[in-house]
């Protein structure tokens, strides 16, 4: 297995050190003095982290977060301040990844539909190569490794044991069973890790040091696609202690390693919810540190002159926000998907473009259209997504006019898994669910959704369900879909 090297230490030194990041307060897009050729043909590394919050990477504003490989990454890439997930939660946010497609107007958790390309197949078609190394548990049951070339696979995150299952190991759960989600699932998690000696042995570090092996037997290769998938930093937050130390030093009390994704109205203690932050902190930390070693091959092997590295998550988490912890509530009633869930980072670094930041509206579908315009591949006519590469280019301020988050929208299901987030480029926020009261809030003077004005504001709260109709009907959602969300108002009865 590859070792870890000393580009780590070098490039988080020289992020400690103030090497120069950019301004996480700057708007619009950088302009470069040299841009890309209409045409390219670079290898490409995806790397996707499951439950990673925008609001919780240095870079992306929050000073106290200690996360300087994602931060050393983005002082080289372009970065885009207003991504957003599609399609909820983790496999549709994959599918509409490889599908380059939304495809929450038409399903749900289930593999990449029968008949429908997915990425990995029309690159080998053209002769480039594919790779998947992954952890996350969800993937591999929806088969979303169908397609690549190589597959490499860490099992073990959830309810998949890479080796034997340990059944009668006795383990005993670190806070009360009802006020976490799943306990027995979190007790087998905790069984199947006892075997773990440190760190090394967790899913995000063997994932990482997989991928960084990869690298290093395939310094200069071409024609190459590699989708590095780690689960971290979503729960149970099994990172040693000492990370989440680092924010909460002296906590004293039950230790919750996963959250009861639910309202946490008196059940929970002001130290109690501080300190399940500073235990999903502590979780983002540790996967930092490890695709860290990603991130150092791909500048000490020399892959940065001719590989566009991508990095990004499929959704955000509550971790006390409006009376929330989890990021929805399983079955009991549908969660609005505000930023702290909706908003994902994403990270561009394309060789020879200048760092940059763009507030343009994005989404996971485009991430297809933009990697098959990076590799110089053709793209099939039958996707939604459109390739983010003129706003990193320069050539473009904006990308989409608003951009639609939601969980499977279907008609004989109620209530959806989430409520529908509609937010549009000049920074208004609508959410709405047929049996719940609408929210409009306004992002520029009200980031964190506290203060709902939709009440002297219906013009605008139609503006953007005219737009989200628009949008179904531009996907071709079926026509009972848009029928039954015609109105953002709450339904009678």
């Not at 383990?171 to 006892?194: F, G, I, K, N, Q």
């Not at 540790?286 to 991130?295: H, K, L, T």
């Not at 709405?432 to 009261?437: A, Q, T």
């Amino acid at each position: 297995m590859a070792q870890a090297g000393a580009g780590a230490r070098r490039h988080r030194a020289a992020a400690a050190q103030g090497r120069a990041l950019p301004d996480a307060n700057s708007r619009g897009v950088t302009h470069r003095s040299e841009l890309l050729p209409e045409v390219m043909a670079v290898n490409v590394i995806l790397i996707v982290s499951d439950t990673c919050r925008r609001d919780r990477i240095g870079a992306y504003g929050c000073e106290w977060m200690n996360t300087p490989s994602l931060d050393y990454l983005a002082s080289k890439s372009f970065v885009f301040e207003r991504a957003y997930c599609a399609s909820f939660p983790t496999v549709p946010h994959r599918v509409d990844v490889l599908t380059g497609r939304f495809g929450f107007p038409f399903y749900g958790w289930q593999p990449v539909p029968e008949g429908m390309s997915s990425l990995p197949e029309p690159l080998e078609a053209q002769g480039l190569a594919t790779q998947l190394i992954y952890d996350t548990p969800g993937m591999f049951g929806s088969q979303c490794y169908q397609g690549f070339r190589g597959v490499k696979y860490q099992a073990g995150q959830a309810a998949r044991c890479e080796e034997m299952i340990r059944l009668v190991l006795p383990v005993e759960l670190p806070c009360d069973a009802d006020r976490v989600r799943s306990p027995e699932a979190m007790l087998a998690r905790m069984r199947d890790a006892t075997w773990w000696q440190d760190e090394s042995d967790s899913f995000v570090a063997r994932t990482s040091m997989a991928a960084a092996q990869w690298l290093e037997e395939n310094c200069g290769a071409q024609d190459f696609l590699l989708w590095v998938d780690t689960f971290d930093p979503h729960e149970p937050w099994l990172s040693p202690l000492w990370y989440a130390r680092m924010y909460y030093p002296d906590y004293v009390g039950q230790d919750f390693i996963q959250a009861p994704y639910d309202y946490l109205d008196d059940r929970f203690t002001e130290e109690e919810v501080r300190w399940m932050h500073a235990r999903y902190c502590g979780e983002l930390t540790m996967m930092d540190r490890w695709i860290g070693e990603v991130i150092d091959r791909f500048f000490d092997l020399g892959f940065a002159e001719d590989t566009a590295l991508i990095f990004t998550s499929d959704h955000g988490f509550y971790l006390g926000e409006h009376n929330r912890a989890g990021k929805h509530t399983i079955v009991r009633e549908p969660w609005p998907l505000y930023d702290e869930v909706a908003a994902v980072p994403l990270m561009v670094y394309v060789p020879g473009v200048e760092p940059g930041r763009s507030d343009a509206l994005v989404q996971a579908p485009d991430l297809r259209a933009t990697i098959m315009e990076l590799m110089g591949a053709e793209e099939p006519a039958d996707v939604h997504g459109r390739s983010i590469m003129p706003v990193v280019r320069g050539e473009a301020d904006g990308h989409r006019e608003f951009a639609v988050s939601s969980g499977y929208l279907d008609e004989t299901r109620d209530p959806l898994v989430t409520r529908i987030a509609v937010n549009s480029a000049d920074g208004w926020s609508l959410h709405f669910h047929p049996s719940y009261e609408p929210e409009l809030y306004y992002l520029p003077e009200d980031p964190g959704q506290l203060s709902n004005v939709i009440a002297d504001n219906r013009e605008q709260a139609a503006r953007l369900h005219v737009g989200f109709l628009d949008f179904l009907r531009e996907v071709e959602a079926p026509a009972v879909t848009i029928e039954r969300l015609g109105s953002f108002e709450r339904r009678a009865g």
